[in-house]
């Protein structure tokens, strides 16, 4: 069952994708539109038509599976999606994500549409499922040595500087600013796989 995520990204970048992406979709269906005709469909019925169609749909998928077509936000960013969690050693065989911990895209996916410098954009992806659970376990499982540091800290210190209040001395806040670089969110590897899938295609 598809994933879907909601994450916060350049307003720009967005629209890049989903130029991207609508390239892709004409490009599909301009080779859909060719092999029908090859195909001769329109003049086919009963079995030979729907052997046809079957080797239309499989030429598709085979296609879309390449890379060649990918007509869709969850396939555009499927590359990065792969690459970039393993880059970061979060492609392993993790447990799943507890039953009654928060959803990835809500604590550790970001803070919603506004949160970053920019990150006013609003990109709804579906993802399927080889792509969202090693993704959304990696994440999770991957932080929570660093969350339970900040737990401790919290509790030794109090709400930290982004709250407005905080008893802690320079050398234990600066303590907590490194604990909390070594989080990694949802979102961030997202907006990478985002970047990577940008590179190089032309500004729209």
Do not use: C, F
Not at 100 to 118: S, V
Request: hydrophobic fraction near 40%; aromatic fraction near 4%; glycine fraction near 10%.
């Amino acid at each position: 069952m598809p994933h879907t995520m909601v994450l916060a990204v350049h307003p720009e970048a967005l629209e890049r994708l989903d130029a991207l992406v609508r390239d892709h979709q004409a490009a599909e269906e301009r080779w859909l539109a060719e092999e029908t005709k090859r195909e001769q469909l329109a003049l086919l019925r009963g079995a030979e038509r729907r052997a046809g169609q079957a080797r239309l749909r499989a030429g598709r998928h085979e296609r879309r599976e390449s890379g060649l077509h990918r007509p869709t936000r969850a396939l555009v960013l499927a590359p990065g999606l792969r690459a970039e969690p393993e880059h970061r050693g979060l492609m392993k065989d993790w447990e799943p994500v507890p039953t009654e911990a928060p959803r990835a895209g809500q604590t550790l996916g970001g803070t919603g549409p506004r949160a970053g410098a920019g990150l006013t954009g609003r990109l709804v992806v579906a993802l399927p499922e080889a792509l969202s659970v090693p993704l959304v376990r990696g994440v999770y499982w991957s932080n929570q040595p660093h969350l339970q540091a900040l737990q401790a800290w919290t509790d030794q210190w109090g709400p930290g500087p982004a709250a407005g209040r905080s008893a802690a001395p320079p050398d234990a806040l600066a303590k907590r600013e490194l604990i909390a670089r070594h989080i990694t969110t949802t979102g961030e590897i997202v907006r990478t796989a985002l970047d990577r899938a940008l590179d190089g295609y032309a500004d729209r």
